[in-house]
């Protein structure tokens, strides 16, 4: 059985920091390029970060160039996603993703607000 289990999400004030973690199963996890994204009400889902297999290779949307540091642990089957100088336009729900050829794995998401 497949899954993807974010956790870490929660509240925080402005300017500070939360780490994501993804934790993969049912699925050869370090074959997968992996991904977060963001969603907030009434908007597509976001890319927020991208590391890819088996180079490792990492993007960024713009808007978290800088802030955000995407990494992947393939022993634990784990990806983190640390999220620094957090701003309230940060405020989404954050999903996890692993993509390989035709397979397309989602996380249910976790909550990150960022409010003073």
């Known amino acids: 059985q497949v899954q993807l289990v974010e956790s870490g999400g929660g509240l925080v004030h402005p300017g500070g920091s939360l780490q994501l973690s993804c934790a993969g199963s049912?699925?050869?996890?370090?074959?997968?390029?992996l991904r977060w994204y963001r969603q907030v009400p009434e908007k597509e889902r976001e890319l927020v970060a991208e590391i890819t297999s088996p180079s490792g290779h990492t993007d960024y949307a713009d808007s978290v160039k800088g802030r955000f540091t995407i990494s992947r642990d393939n022993e634990r089957k784990t990806v983190y996603l640390q999220m620094n100088s957090l701003k309230p336009d940060d405020t989404a729900v954050y999903y996890c993703?692993?993509?390989?050829?035709?397979?397309?794995?989602w996380g249910r998401g976790t909550q990150v607000t960022v409010s003073s």
């Open positions: 993703n692993a993509q390989w050829l035709a397979n397309n794995y």
């Open positions: 049912g699925f050869t996890f370090s074959r997968y390029d």
